[in-house]
């Protein structure tokens, strides 16, 4: 057995899923209804490779896969909403046909209010682990003035033939259960709803919708994948687009949905977190020398030393092509080009006030710098420093220490001794559009770690990289997929007890 994977398994065991555990990718939108009550679509796609296929009878050829499904709301410790049912895949001719994954959306009549979800999956057709995901949810839409639904993120929108469970004003809305787009999707679809725009501009009145791409965490307007549209005030307004991201290059974004009225005034704003990976398409480099920085803070950086240091110090929350430009070996006689760089990356991300922007980070970077850096390693460029600049604060962290461990495999032929290890778990609540996550440090673990410095040993987060010695660990993921929520909850009851300890130096 791989030595990193004995480690994983000895620090988060009994949380690793078996072969038959059935995987469900889950997404939620609030909405309200014609006469003012809020209700919940859940979104639930099936991995068809999850789960086990048993012929159907009377059915010459074809298989068919069956979970059952349980769904609860709690507020405290009232159930507010309780479904169990069974999900049936398509019926599939079994040489003929993959196994794609099969949907199912639920609505559920729910107050405005914060709710403990509970979902759990188990395939009716193997003995094997059930599949749990926990969240909290909020639904907050205001029946008195402007407000939004949740965004929707759509396989296809089509006219409605015959009604269905999937019909939303007069179309069918396939869910997209997902903010991943890989390479092979080229559409980015949605639907969404504004409220009380009558109330907020006046019946009939017109009004502006934009709705575009934005980078994340740049702010940058993208403008070939934005649409204007004029509206008329009503109860509820329809919004629905689609993009063509062939050429959306990859990268983390949002996806705005922004509100003016008559006189060009921002009334309101909605965003939802997208990823995008795209191999087959490269944006362009930007020209930085085309960049005027005359009487700005970047041109009054005139040490080339400070200014290098501030470029590599921005690096963890760069994107993909400024990251580029981080890596290059600086020379002084760059010194206006990398000026140019450094002001425009501030730009992107506050267009109106660039130093101020600067200036945030700055105070950030004195945090990392006090608490993560190691040795003569700058904090920023330490694993912990770059998640903490990167991600924020974490919701809590847990550390630990484990003694030598003795781990027995193979039937107990093997025996593999394992050093001590100090690891640290941080949880996110929220990141990146993303529940419930988590980063593994370690130190003490030989070459793993460097020193006494914390590595990243692990993540489930959608995009980020782990420590790799030879090994991927996107596919060590899948052991890890579903995080106890019991240990989520203990990390949870601890956070600010233990932030303000690891904050303050106090370990």
Known sequence: MNRIVIIIAVMLSGLMLKAQTPTGYFHYAPFMDINGDPYLETYLAIAGNSVKYRDVEGEEDKVQASVEVTMIFKNGDIVKAYRKFNLKSAELYTLKDGKPAFLNLERFALDNGTYNFELTLKDNYAKGEKFTYSDIITINIDSTDLAFSGITLAESIKPTQKRNQYTKSGFDIIPFVSNFYPDDVNE??????????????????????????????TKRMYTEFAHK???TAAPINVIMKSF?????????????????????ELLGQHKKFIQRANAEYNELDVDYTSIDISRTFAQEITNFNQLEDHIYAIYPIANRMEQKFILQDFKPGQMKLMQQFFYNFWKERNPANPEAEWNIYKDQLKIVQEHFGYGRRRGYATDLGRIYLKYGPPSSIREDHLGQQQIISGGGADQTMVDAVDYQIWHYYKVNGQTDRIFVFVKGLDKYSLGGEYVLLYTDVAGELSYDDGLNFNSVSGLLRDIDSQMLRDIQSESSRALSRFLSGQR
């Open 244 to 264: 063509d991201i062939s050429k959306l290059n990859s990268g983390n974004y949002n996806l705005v949905i922004e509100v003016r009225n008559s006189k060009n």
């Open 229 to 231: 549209s004029r509206k």
């Open 188 to 217: 980015l679809s949605f639907y969404a709803e504004i409220y009380n725009m009558d109330k907020a501009v006046g019946q009939d009145s017109v009004f502006l919708v934009t709705t575009y791409l934005e980078g994340n965490p």
